[in-house]
């Protein structure tokens, strides 16, 4: 037993999440600047502009934009190998549409991966993680084929840039993201599934065209999906239960099937036929998905459902109501089943169905730390949580022969909760202090996950 001598072991941020300075050296406002703090019990509020006296905890986040360099020799000290980030596409160019980058954005990103890689830490990098420009939403975001072009202009500048500093890639963070919310997967305003599937076709289209040029251009850089771990189990051995079962699954599993193999599964193709769904297909689209199709499957996983008959699937707040529990798992504060083994379940569903190197770029436990008198915070559930993980992943890849080739563990250093705006879902081996209203001294410490108790 054990993982593979180049595995990328690391943590992993997105830009809105962590870095602030929203309005720094020239970044534009992206879709995640006009999002207001919200709670387990309180939907986040995505406000037209930015409106006086409402808090937006990307403004500032956790300064990871000024504080990067403590941050990496932090992550330097606790042994990463990988280091997964994203790149805020406003920062680059802060319309969306500009016809020429920002260099002061791009030359911040050069100082990170160059910390990176001082370390020997090997950047990881999400080229759009809920975050698109706002001046996109003008053209309708991503139901206009247009916006295809704007991403690319930003891709192309980017791999040149970064060409030898970053080997990995990802194209859109949790693309499935596009059938529950819509407005974090690209800024689309999208109330039909016609819109989605829009939306979701030129994302697609997108993506290939990112990892053709990287096949042509750039043959080092390998070019990845990632996948928003929706995972379930079927509620009951009743074949209704089991066939809801996969067909529910299907709406997001087929994300993977387009990216990873090249072109629609039939079941899709039937189901648009159904609905009346029509993909605004142009000459060469069919030839370009295949010759797009993904390097690996990057994917985040925190936790399993349960789909039946009766699931109607509401994912608000971030948490899935599936309308059914699992009576043998643990649920954490903000409603996520714990399910180490269901991480070796998801493993082997994706290598048994598309045979591609696999990553797991996202897993973690969101929890309320406690700070002791002395400043110290015993997270043992967290080390708990994730060495389980960990004993799974190792079960896949020694006994089932997965090609798992890396793990980055959600919010390594703590940062704002993409669901509900908080500070106070805490995932991080470093403790940052700033609260869920953005108060605080943003100082920086280590609590027992981080590994320094002996
Ligand atoms: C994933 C996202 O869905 O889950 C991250 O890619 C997000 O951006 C993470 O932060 C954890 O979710 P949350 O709501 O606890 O921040």
């Given at each position: 037993m054990g993982f593979p001598k180049n595995f990328l072991w690391g943590g992993a941020t997105a830009a809105n999440q962590c870095e602030g300075a929203y309005l720094t050296d020239g970044k534009g406002l992206n879709s995640a600047d006009v999002m207001t703090a919200g709670s387990a019990t309180v939907e986040r509020e995505r406000t037209d502009g930015i409106i006086?006296?409402?808090?937006?905890?990307?403004?500032?986040?956790?300064?990871?934009?000024?504080?990067?360099?403590?941050?990496?020799?932090?992550?330097?000290?606790?042994?990463f190998k990988a280091y997964r980030m994203s790149i805020n596409w406003a920062r680059i160019f802060p319309n969306g549409d500009d016809s020429e980058p920002n260099e002061a954005g791009l030359k911040h990103y050069d100082d990170v991966f160059d910390e990176c890689i001082k370390y020997g830490i090997e950047p990881v990098v999400t080229i759009s993680h809920y975050e698109t420009p706002l001046g996109l939403t003008k053209y309708g975001s991503w139901k206009n084929r247009k916006v295809i072009d704007f991403y690319y202009n930003y891709v192309s500048v980017l791999f040149d840039r970064y060409n030898g500093k970053v080997k990995y890639w990802m194209t859109f963070n949790e693309i499935n993201c596009m059938s529950m919310m819509p407005w974090m997967a690209g800024a689309v305003e999208a109330s039909t599934e016609q819109e989605r599937m829009t939306a979701a076709y030129h994302q697609f289209l997108a993506s290939a065209k990112a990892v053709k040029l990287a096949h042509e251009k750039y043959p080092a850089m390998k070019v990845g999906m990632m996948y928003g771990g929706m995972f379930a189990y079927p509620n009951s051995c009743n074949p209704n239960d089991v066939i809801a079962c996969n067909n529910a699954m299907r709406d997001f599993l087929f994300y993977c099937d387009v990216q990873?193999?090249?072109?629609?599964?039939?079941?899709k193709l039937k189901e648009f036929e159904r609905e009346g769904i029509v993909l605004p297909v142009e000459d060469g689209d069919k030839e370009l998905l295949l010759?797009?199709?993904?390097?690996?499957?990057?994917?985040?996983?925190?936790?399993?459902?349960?789909?039946?008959?009766k699931t109607n699937l509401n994912v608000e707040f971030g948490s899935p109501e599936t309308g059914y529990e699992n009576p043998y798992l643990k649920k954490t504060k903000w409603g996520w089943a714990i399910d180490p083994q269901g991480l070796r379940y998801s493993l082997n569903l994706f290598y048994d169905r598309y045979q591609i190197p696999l990553m797991i770029v996202e897993n973690g436990l969101g929890a309320h730390d406690l700070v002791e008198a002395d400043g110290a915070i015993h997270d043992d559930y967290r080390i708990d949580y994730l060495r389980e993980h960990i004993k799974e992943m190792d079960k896949a890849i020694n006994i089932d022969g997965v090609d798992l080739i890396g793990y980055t563990t959600w919010g390594c250093i703590d940062i704002v909760s993409a669901g509900t705006g908080e500070m106070s879902k805490r995932y991080g081996f470093i403790y940052v202090d700033v609260d869920d209203e953005g108060k605080g001294t943003f100082a920086r410490s280590r609590k027992d996950s981080f590994g320094t108790k002996k």
């Open positions: 006086e006296g409402k808090y937006y905890p990307s403004h500032d986040a956790i300064k990871h934009y000024d504080y990067f360099k403590e941050d990496i020799a932090m992550f330097a000290e606790m042994g990873c193999r090249g072109y629609y599964p039939n079941y010759e797009g199709k993904v390097d690996f499957l990057a994917y985040s996983y925190y936790f399993t459902m349960v789909f039946g008959e």
